[in-house]
Every structure is written in structure tokens, then in C-alpha cells.
T-cell receptor, first 113, second 112 residues
Framework: EDQVTQSPEALRLQEGESSSLNCSYT??????LFWYRQDPGKGPEFLFT???AGEEKEKERLKATLTKKESFLHITAPKPEDSATYLC??????????????FGAGTTVTVRA | EAQVTQNPRYLITVTGKKLTVTCSQN?????MSWYRQDPGLGLRQIYY???????DKGDVPEGYKVSRKEKRNFPLILESPSPNQTSLYFC???????????FGPGTRLTVL
């Protein structure tokens, strides 16, 4: 069974204090790994898709990387507006008609000014 | 503006009273999906639809029904809600099943 585990559950940072979030996964084959940001009371907002080990994507202060077993979301010099819950999801290689995403429970990041 | 909309956003109901949560997208997406989000469990897929008149079960379909009569709409039906269906529900859509999914704003449902 596909498993996605995110750590830590919660992360409190000082403004400017860089850190990383981890997403480890166990799937039969990876079709894609997705990162989303979710603000309280809102739906997840798409950030990145990674497809193969070694791939990296960047957006402002966020950088996502991928290995064969895990993905990291690096937050460089975070600002209070980066406070959110970050969700990781994986899509396994096709099996029959199952295209579903399997989500981790998320990491809640709080950045203090 | 490209978006996924859900209604209602908040709903408090009682056990056994049938309800429908609507979902609509204006992006001409083929693929639509319903998720529920519970603390510590992440998002879990309830049902999905590959296209009009094509739906299938996700991981937690018990107690839910869906229909896809039009491309833009994908309502979630709870025929006899129970307290364990109290949750935050999200609808999502994507161009095809393998593309990035975009989420609606969520519906917070409480079943007393």
C-alpha cells in the first residue's frame, strides 16, 4: 500500500531562519510527487510537481527536491506570510484506472516576525 | 477567473437528513474528485470521475454517492449522514487524470 509520511508535524521558525520539510514515500512506482500549500480555511494551492530523482523546482523562497525515497521542501529566509500547512502527495505509476493522489498529513509551518 | 467552487461552505445538519454538496469548475476539466480532510489523516479520496458519466470509488467511498451528468459539475451526496462524516470536504479538478489537481475552497460539514 502506498504510504506518504511528512515530518515534522509542526515547525516554528523565526523570520529569516531557513529550514527543510521532509516527505518520505513508499509506492510501487512514482508517477509524480506534488507539493501544495494550504492556508487555514482554504483549499490546497498547488506549488510544484516533481517527476524523477534529482529534479529540483524553485518558487520564490521555496525549493523542492526529489530522491528515490523522499522529497524535501526547503524554505530559505522565510517570512511570516510563508506560514501555512504544506502538503505532499504522490501519484503512483498507473495501475488499472487508479490515478489517485495519496497525501501526507502535512507540516504546519509558523514563521514569527 | 479559473476556479473550482463549492457550496455550501459551511453546513450543520442532523443524522439521517440527506444533503448535497455541489462542486463546479469553469476550466473544462475532464477529471474531478472529492476528498475529505481529517486531522492527522491527511486528504483521502472519496470518489473520482474521469469524465461525464464515468465515476469510480476512491479510498473512503462508504456513505457517499456522486454523479457526473455535466462536465462542469460533480455533486457529492450524503443520503443518510452520520456523525463520522463530520469533516472538511474538498472538490478538485484537473485537465486529465494525470495532470495537476486544483482544489476548491472546502466545505466544513458537521453532522450532529
Amino acid at each position: 500500500e502506498d504510504q506518504v509520511t511528512q515530518s515534522p508535524e509542526a515547525l516554528r521558525l523565526q523570520e529569516g531562519e531557513s529550514s527543510s520539510l521532509n516527505c518520505s514515500y513508499t509506492v510501487s512506482g512514482l508517477r509524480g510527487l506534488f507539493w501544495y500549500r494550504q492556508d487555514p480555511g482554504k483549499g490546497p494551492e498547488f506549488l510544484f510537481t516533481l517527476y524523477s530523482a534529482g529534479e529540483e523546482k524553485e518558487k520564490e523562497r521555496l525549493k523542492a527536491t526529489l530522491t528515490k525515497k523522499e522529497s524535501f521542501l526547503h524554505i530559505t529566509a522565510p517570512k511570516p506570510e510563508d506560514s501555512a500547512t504544506y502538503l505532499c502527495a504522490v501519484r503512483p505509476t498507473f495501475r488499472s484506472n487508479d490515478y489517485k493522489l495519496s497525501f501526507g498529513a502535512g507540516t504546519t509551518v509558523t514563521v514569527r516576525a | 477567473e479559473a476556479q473550482v467552487t463549492q457550496n455550501p461552505r459551511y453546513l450543520i445538519t442532523v443524522t439521517g437528513k440527506k444533503l448535497t454538496v455541489t462542486c463546479s469548475q469553469n476550466m473544462n476539466h475532464e477529471y474531478m474528485s472529492w476528498y475529505r480532510q481529517d486531522p492527522g489523516l491527511g486528504l483521502r479520496q472519496i470518489y473520482y470521475s474521469m469524465n461525464v458519466e464515468v465515476t469510480d470509488k476512491g479510498d473512503v467511498p462508504e456513505g457517499y454517492k456522486v454523479s457526473r451528468k455535466e462536465k462542469r459539475n460533480f455533486p457529492l451526496i450524503l443520503e443518510s449522514p452520520s456523525p463520522n462524516q463530520t469533516s472538511l470536504y474538498f472538490c478538485a479538478s484537473s485537465t486529465t487524470a494525470t495532470d495537476t489537481q486544483y482544489f476548491g475552497p472546502g466545505t466544513r460539514l458537521t453532522v450532529l
